[in-house]
């Protein structure tokens, strides 16, 4: 009994103690609030285009990447390259893969996609991510309309020169969903 009572006082003086249990600040997260356009359209929403392009640059490259590794075996001489009929199967089935993973998050007030290649950085301690409904078919089509755009050959072509390369394919340059142009335009609405 004795045991018992000294750790219960142990336990509240802890909680009474500055710098104690009892000092921290409760964690809590809360879903994102979405708008009606987040929510409702079919499209992907402007101001998570940049995200949206970011996550397809990373599932294509790491797709192709595989297939390279898969390609490469101790008899291959060491060439990597793809046949074109093997990479515009796999780019076709980045697209078509199960976006699943990917979703949205609000953290300090701004809303971005995450999921597998989009780590910007410290992520914060806790965070609530919202996933499924329309983001899986919103990055398929975004995927699909990547591939329509540049084609196949472009972006393996691109992706042969690095993750960064394809990237910058993708999403930079003038009038793409990362330039300054267009983040621009989104600060000012």
């Known amino acids: 009994m004795r045991l018992s009572l000294s750790l219960l006082l142990l336990l509240f003086g802890a909680w009474a103690i500055p710098g104690g249990l009892g000092d ?3 964690l809590t997260a809360t879903a994102p609030q979405l708008d009606d356009e987040e929510k409702y359209s079919t499209h992907m929403p402007s101001h998570l285009r940049c995200d949206a392009c ?3 640059a990373y599932q294509m490259w790491q797709n192709l990447a595989k297939a390279e590794t898969k390609l490469h075996s101790p008899n291959s001489g060491g060439q990597r390259e793809l046949s074109e009929s093997v990479y515009l199967d796999v780019l076709d089935r980045s697209c078509s893969r199960n976006w699943q993973d990917y979703g949205v998050r609000e953290v300090d007030h701004v809303k971005h996609l995450t999921g ?4 910007k950085g410290q992520e914060p301690s806790i965070s609530v991510m919202v996933t499924g409904g329309p983001w899986p078919t919103r990055l398929s089509r975004t995927c699909f309309h990547y591939l329509g755009e540049f084609g196949e050959e472009q972006i393996y072509e691109a992706h042969q020169q690095g993750r960064g390369a394809l990237e910058a394919l993708l999403c930079g340059g003038p009038h793409r969903a990362c330039s300054e142009e267009v983040s621009n335009t989104r600060e000012e609405l």
């Open 24 to 26: 921290r600040a409760p």
């Open 54 to 56: 970011r996550a397809v």
């Open 116 to 119: 597998p290649g989009l780590s």
